[in-house]
């Protein structure tokens, strides 16, 4: 089956700084998501993005489908953003999830 | 906005007792999964549904038995719970047509003593 990689698997930053998320993934897909795990269990929608780039705020992202990767960037962090980043791709109408990336963001 | 909602946000069931944990979405949607989440083993796919009536085995079925009598309404049966069910239920939707959005629930922390 397809494999979702994402990295790192933690990071710890100050608030106020940037950071970037990858999600390798091992074959080709429909589609993909990024989601944001709040600290109550619920999955956050973030992005749809099969290719190409979108901007919500001070997050982003960008998929290379080509290249079968996807990054999320986070800019000017709050501590509000910490929590659980997961990465999705999905394939007939299946979703496979990575690992997700932890993140801490400090005061 | 597209909602989902799981009847309950935390359950205590004990050994043996049967246990429905109900999913609704507003949308109209016609695919519906379940899922559970467990440390250091993610997101795993139980059971899902692309119509009323019709169910598919996800990855893990075993142990779990599924509902679909209405287009919005998707419920997860635990037959007998066990303690090894002990998890974080998550119920989604989605369009059908390979590669829609799919939408999460709030989730259900299940505890089974």
């Known amino acids: 089956g397809i494999q979702v990689e994402q990295s790192p698997p933690d990071l710890i930053l100050q608030e106020g700084a940037n950071s970037t998320l990858r999600c390798n993934f091992s074959?080709?897909?429909?589609?993909l998501q990024w989601f944001h795990q709040n600290p109550w269990g619920q999955l956050i929608n973030l992005f749809y993005?099969?290719?190409g780039t979108k901007q919500n705020g001070r997050l982003s992202a960008t998929t290379v489908a080509t290249e079968r990767y996807s990054l999320l960037y986070i800019s000017s962090s709050q501590t509000t953003d910490s929590g659980v980043y997961f990465c999705?791709?999905?394939?007939?109408?299946?979703?496979?999830f990575g690992k997700g990336t932890r993140l801490h963001i400090l005061p | 906005d597209v909602k989902v909602t799981q009847s309950s946000r935390y359950l205590v069931k004990r050994t043996g007792e049967k246990v429905f944990l109900e999913c609704v979405q507003d949308?109209?949607?016609?695919?519906m999964f379940w899922y559970r989440q467990d440390p250091g083993l993610g997101l795993r796919l139980i059971y899902f549904?692309?119509?009323?009536?019709?169910?598919e085995k996800g990855d893990i079925p075993e142990g779990y038995s599924v509902s679909r009598e209405k287009k919005e309404r998707f419920s997860l049966i635990l037959e007998s719970a066990s303690t090894n069910q002990t998890s974080m239920y998550l119920c989604?939707?989605?369009?059908?047509?390979?590669?829609?959005?799919?939408?999460f629930g709030p989730g259900t922390r299940l505890t089974v003593t």
């Open positions: 989604a939707s989605s369009l059908v047509g390979g590669g829609a959005e799919q939408y």
């Open positions: 074959d080709s897909v429909n589609n």
């Open positions: 993005i099969p290719s």
């Open positions: 999705a791709v999905i394939r007939d109408d299946k979703i496979i």
């Open positions: 949308m109209d949607h016609e695919n």
């Open positions: 549904s692309y119509d009323v009536k019709m169910k």
